[in-house]
T-cell receptor, first 114, second 115 residues
Framework: EAGVTQFPSHSVIEKGQTVTLRCDPI?????LYWYRRVMGKEIKFLLH????????ESGMPNNRFLAERTGGTYSTLKVQPAELEDSGVYFC????????????FGAGTRLSVL | GDSVTQMEGPVTLSEEAFLTINCTYT??????LFWYVQYPGEGLQLLLK?????DKGSNKGFEATYRKETTSFHLEKGSVQVSDSAVYFC??????????????FGSGTQLTVLP
């Protein structure tokens, strides 16, 4: 069974450009989460989908970030326009049941904004 | 809100040395506690977890005990190997912040084990 897949693994863009990150969760997992780690600090929660619905987006930093999960399968996280402080590693995770079920993580996308 | 504080790194040990990585948390309610590990070039993997006070999680020789009285979940291993070199993250869920589902992480501890 495939794990959580994220791509690209690394993206380098200039300030002001747009970047779209993609996450494919484990098949059958209704819950999908986005997190990010900035500047080697703690990993912070961004948002949580249950199927195609946003269950909790309290961690989204501002309106330059847009997450979607059309059809309840894969998800995209778009940053538009990107700023220098958006650089970091963006992780996606999925879980089957939610609640206190185990979250399985992808390898992350390293975003560098120059 | 919830928070997790873990030992600053990096930590460098010789093979077969004893490892302790300290982790304390702040949360109301009854959070679940986790240790995740990230090996070079890979995603985060759950190493172990504990869901209630005095529970001990264990896996691959690592152990951590949920101590509610000291709000701690320290990671230990009796004899580390070179292959244990990785970044270790302490985390909690089900506390007071947000939904029961989001994980709150510490800042991570880089461990390097030398042969």
């Amino acid at each position: 069974e495939a794990g959580v897949t994220q791509f690209p693994s690394h993206s380098v863009i200039e300030k002001g450009q747009t970047v779209t990150l993609r996450c494919d969760p484990i098949s059958g997992h209704d819950n999908l989460y986005w997190y990010r780690r900035v500047m080697g600090k703690e990993i912070k929660f961004l948002l949580h989908f249950v199927k195609e619905s946003k269950q909790d987006e309290s961690g989204m930093p501002n309106n330059r970030f847009l997450a979607e999960r059309t059809g309840g399968t894969y998800s995209t996280l778009k940053v538009q326009p990107a700023e220098l402080e958006d650089s970091g590693v963006y992780f996606c995770a999925s879980s089957q049941d939610g609640g206190r079920d185990i979250q399985y993580f992808g390898a992350g996308t390293r975003l560098s904004v120059l | 809100g919830d928070s997790v504080t873990q030992m600053e790194g990096p930590v460098t040990l010789s093979e077969e040395a004893f490892l302790t990585i300290n982790c304390t948390y702040t949360a109301t309610g009854y959070p679940s506690l986790f240790w995740y590990v990230q090996y070079p070039g890979e995603g985060l993997q759950l190493l172990l977890k504990a869901t209630k006070a005095d529970d001990k999680g264990s896996n691959k020789g690592f152990e951590a005990t949920y101590r509610k009285e000291t709000t701690s979940f320290h990671l230990e291993k009796g004899s580390v190997q070179v292959s244990d070199s990785a970044v270790y993250f302490c985390a909690l869920s089900g506390g007071s912040s947000g939904s029961a589902r989001q994980l709150t992480f510490g800042s991570g501890t880089q461990l390097t084990v030398l042969p």
